[in-house]
């Protein structure tokens, strides 16, 4: 089974993705289809054979629509080398091109006819306000001219939508424009060219060709500024492909040689200059930096990189000269990685949004039953109240009116909009969404358990107390002697005090070095014997004892054959911890701490950020079922984690969340990954959740609302008890600005600070 992304060209509302989801549906071998109306992306779950593009198009493009792979427009695909290319996407700045040269048309004469509208209003209902100086007969010519080319042609894909209908019987916004439009349009063509047909009928001698004009006028100026709306929301997909590398600069044999980005392979050695922007994810075997990595993680404060320190590509090296060794290239880097992971988030839907597609799939259908029966009601109820001729000029008004303000549009953009916003911003600051599932769910978490190591703690070993016991030997005296045996060494704690002692002293030559498998180590420094080993039975030191409690690890140094002090190690705690988990406990969320370390390890470093309930010496395959026993209690959950260990527990959660200093498994199980493992990105990523969440439900409050009302009023509900209706000029301006306020809304999110 695999999942493909496919471009999706004629959408123009979300009844379209459904049209579209439907069609496709029915295909052998198509398992599952998602089609995004905000990113006009279609994602196709396929079962192992291959389905080409022409034969998912085959059913579609009868009804105006067609699908392309990014392999077939060379938009956002990996090259050769495995790097995202960069694509213009012209055929959306075409598209958007053309309605702007048709907005630019069609808008100049919209606004004189709308204006015109007005006054020919305030003059039939006011007095200070004169007729109209335009005979009806030259007013009428005029506008059967100009509306039969804004019909035509700035209102083809309305006309389009209409012959689909007829032929195939699939409906969507087009066609409830294209059928209100087009009937106006009639009517007002027979009354204006057969004066005999309006005198046997018995009707006013008023047209519609300015309602026709003004109609089609507003909501092509909504589609329009919709579009650019939209593009606005995927700005953070387009910033994280601008920051790719195009060249890198290799040293091989010997010689420096700048090649293209796609060019680099494994293990090529590469120079990185000031000022350079690193190329490939890799490993510095040379020099010493400080990188600007504010474009993968959101915080501006450089970070300082010594000899052995990973490195991320695309990030900027801001002080000095080093050489790195590629260790990940292409779809493998962090930055393809996170554009991946941003586009598929962008593309899913949150479960939220199931009730808005459901109801937009049977929109149509139940808007042109709306509409004939509010025009079959005005003939049948309205002759014999208000006349044959208002019964008739107010059947067509309710007719366009329902049809053109009843735009599902608002409704399809509601959630998604928000989602790709919302996802957007979360990558700019070191927040990546694997889903819009994650983001929904991650509103509603009110507890959060937190992996002990490489989480709450840095992950490894570092010195932290040295004890003097023989006075004649100093703390630095003692870490020199331990750390020149110990850069022996390959163990992770012999390699962390090597580690500290080189940063403070010049460590001494060794000789006769011997490792004594699960003791310590023994050899010669400065012709002096010097042993490093575990406390053993004998070792009864108040202070190892003490240090012991605190969850430490401690060794003991004999110079001589005589025991001159003790180091301790620990896995301390990241600076940001505390100050991450009392935002928590202060948003009200509870914190708890699950390890499989000893008890005293775990409350010794709880106590230390503050976390009061603790679950300790829990195997990594009981950790999955402690999350199970939270959420039978009624927790919804959040994991953070970053070990192989952790993903059972992180897939058990509500919601997993993985540090990215962590592993890939543990990257792969979980809903949401946080850069560099920064604990603080945790109640960022709750806040950013719980804003999208509140941005969603504005849109499809307010999306529905403007149906509720909309539609009853558009067909003359109201009329009985207010004597008002809503003429179509207006639904049509209301229809385009609905769109549009549902996609700045959220562009809002834009500017929340985390």
């Known amino acids: 089974m695999i999942t493909k992304t496919f471009d999706v060209k004629g959408m123009h509302?979300?009844?379209?993705?459904?049209?579209?989801?439907?069609?496709?549906?029915?295909?052998?071998?198509?398992?599952?289809?998602?089609v995004n109306f905000a990113t006009e992306k279609a994602y196709v779950e396929l079962d192992k054979e291959e389905i080409s593009t022409e034969q998912l198009n085959n059913p579609i493009e009868k009804l105006g629509y067609s699908v392309s792979s990014f392999e077939d427009v060379n938009t956002n695909h990996m090259n050769h080398g495995g790097?995202?290319?960069?694509?213009?996407?012209?055929?959306?700045q075409k598209n958007l091109q053309d309605q702007k040269e048709k907005v630019q048309f069609v808008m100049p004469i919209t606004v004189l006819l709308f204006?015109?509208?007005?006054?020919?209003?305030?003059?039939?209902?006011?007095?200070?306000?004169?007729?109209?100086?335009?005979?009806?007969?030259?007013?009428?010519?005029?506008?059967?001219?100009?509306?039969?080319?804004?019909?035509?042609?700035?209102?083809?894909?309305?006309?389009?939508?209409?012959?689909?209908?007829?032929?195939?019987?699939?409906?969507?916004?087009?066609?409830?424009?294209?059928?209100?439009?087009?009937?106006?349009?009639?009517?007002?063509?027979?009354?204006?060219?057969?004066?005999?047909?309006?005198?046997?009928?018995?009707?006013?001698?008023?047209?519609?060709?300015?309602?026709?004009?003004?109609?089609?006028?507003?909501?092509?100026?909504?589609?329009?500024?919709?579009?650019?709306?939209?593009?606005?929301?995927?700005?953070?997909?387009?910033?994280?492909i601008g920051l790719q590398a195009k060249t890198a600069t290799v040293i091989r044999d010997g010689v420096e040689t700048e090649i293209e980005i796609s060019q680099v392979v494994l293990g090529d050695i590469i120079l990185v200059k000031p000022g350079g922007k690193i190329p490939v994810d890799g490993k510095i075997v040379e020099g010493k930096t400080s990188v600007d990595e504010s474009m993968i993680t959101g915080e501006s404060i450089p970070v300082d990189k010594n000899v052995g320190d990973l490195i991320i590509g695309s990030t900027i090296n801001k002080q000095g000269s080093i050489k790195i060794e590629a260790t990940k290239i292409g779809s493998e880097t962090?930055?393809?990685?996170?554009?991946?992971?941003?586009?598929?988030?962008?593309?899913?839907?949150?479960?939220?949004?199931?009730?808005?597609?459901?109801?937009?799939?049977i929109f149509v259908p139940i808007v042109l039953g709306i509409a004939v029966l509010s025009f079959a009601l005005w003939l049948i109820i309205g002759i014999s109240t208000v006349g044959q001729s208002l019964a008739i000029s107010y059947g067509i008004l309710s007719f366009v009116g329902v049809l053109v303000i009843a735009c599902p549009c608002a409704l399809g953009l509601a959630t998604p909009t928000a989602i790709i916003v919302g996802v957007g911003k979360g990558a700019e600051n070191g927040i990546l969404i694997k889903n819009a599932e994650s983001l929904e769910l991650l509103n509603k978490v009110n507890i959060v358990v937190l992996d002990k190591t490489g989480t709450i703690t840095k992950g490894q070993p570092e010195v932290t107390d040295i004890v003097v016991i023989d006075k004649a030997y100093n703390e630095k005296e003692i870490l020199k002697y331990a750390g020149s045996v110990e850069k022996l060494s390959e163990h992770p704690l012999a390699q962390a005090i090597a580690q500290n002692a080189s940063l403070n002293n010049s460590l001494l030559s060794v000789k006769d070095f011997v490792s004594l498998e699960g003791v310590g180590v023994r050899a010669t420094v400065s012709d002096r014997s010097v042993y490093i080993h575990k406390p053993g039975q004998d070792d009864l030191e108040k202070d190892i004892k003490i240090l012991q409690q605190q969850g430490k690890t401690v060794v003991v140094v004999e110079i001589d054959s005589k025991k001159v002090g003790l180091i301790a190690l620990s896995d301390v705690v990241?600076?940001?911890?505390?100050?991450?988990?009392?935002?928590?406990?202060?948003?009200?969320?509870k914190v708890i701490m699950l390890t499989g370390d000893n008890h005293l390890a775990a409350e010794h470093i709880a106590g230390q950020v503050g976390i009061s309930d603790v679950i300790s010496e829990v195997l990594p395959e009981e950790k999955a079922g402690k999350i199970k026993d939270l959420q039978t209690k009624g927790g919804v959950v959040a994991m953070a984690g970053d070990g192989i260990n952790d993903a059972p527990?992180?897939?058990?959660?509500?919601?997993?969340?993985?540090?990215?200093?962590?592993?890939?498994?543990?990257?792969?199980?979980?809903?949401?990954?946080?850069?560099?493992?920064?604990?603080?990105?945790?109640?960022?990523?709750?806040?950013?959740?719980?804003?999208?969440?509140?941005?969603?439900?504005?849109?499809?409050?307010?999306?529905?609302i403007y149906n509720v009302i909309g539609i009853p009023l558009a067909g003359g509900l109201f009329y009985p008890i207010w004597g008002i209706m809503l003429n179509p000029v207006f639904a049509g301006f209301a229809m385009a600005m609905s769109s549009v306020s549902v996609v700045g809304n959220s562009l809002r999110l834009k500017t929340k600070k985390l």
């Not at 790097?83 to 959306?92: E, G, L």
């Not at 554009?339 to 949004?353: D, Y």
């Not at 600076?575 to 948003?587: G, P, R, V």
């Not at 946080?674 to 307010?702: C, P, Y």
Request: aromatic share 8%.
């Open 115 to 240: 204006i015109l509208m007005i006054w020919d209003i305030g003059s039939s209902t006011t007095s200070f306000i004169p007729n109209l100086p335009l005979p009806m007969e030259l007013f009428n010519l005029i506008s059967m001219i100009l509306a039969t080319v804004v019909i035509f042609w700035v209102g083809r894909p309305f006309v389009d939508g209409v012959t689909r209908f007829i032929r195939y019987r699939v409906a969507n916004m087009d066609t409830l424009i294209g059928i209100g439009t087009l009937t106006a349009y009639l009517y007002s063509s027979i009354i204006t060219l057969l004066p005999q047909v309006r005198l046997f009928i018995q009707v006013p001698e008023y047209t519609y060709f300015d309602v026709v004009i003004v109609v089609i006028g507003f909501v092509t100026l909504g589609k329009y500024l919709e579009a650019k709306s939209k593009q606005k929301t995927g700005e953070a997909i387009e910033k994280l």
């Open 13 to 34: 509302c979300a009844s379209c993705s459904a049209i579209i989801s439907k069609e496709l549906s029915k295909l052998p071998g198509v398992r599952k289809v998602d």
């Open 574 to 589: 990241k600076s940001e911890s505390k100050k991450a988990i009392s935002k928590l406990q202060k948003m009200g969320i």
């Open 334 to 361: 962090m930055l393809a990685q996170i554009i991946k992971m941003v586009e598929n988030a962008q593309g899913s839907k949150a479960p939220i949004q199931a009730m808005a597609d459901k109801i937009s799939s």
């Open 83 to 92: 790097h995202m290319a960069v694509s213009s996407d012209t055929d959306k």
């Open 649 to 704: 527990a992180l897939v058990q959660a509500d919601v997993g969340i993985a540090m990215a200093t962590g592993t890939d498994v543990a990257i792969e199980s979980a809903g949401i990954t946080l850069i560099h493992g920064d604990m603080n990105k945790i109640s960022q990523a709750i806040e950013l959740s719980k804003a999208t969440m509140r941005t969603v439900k504005q849109n499809l409050f307010w999306a529905f």
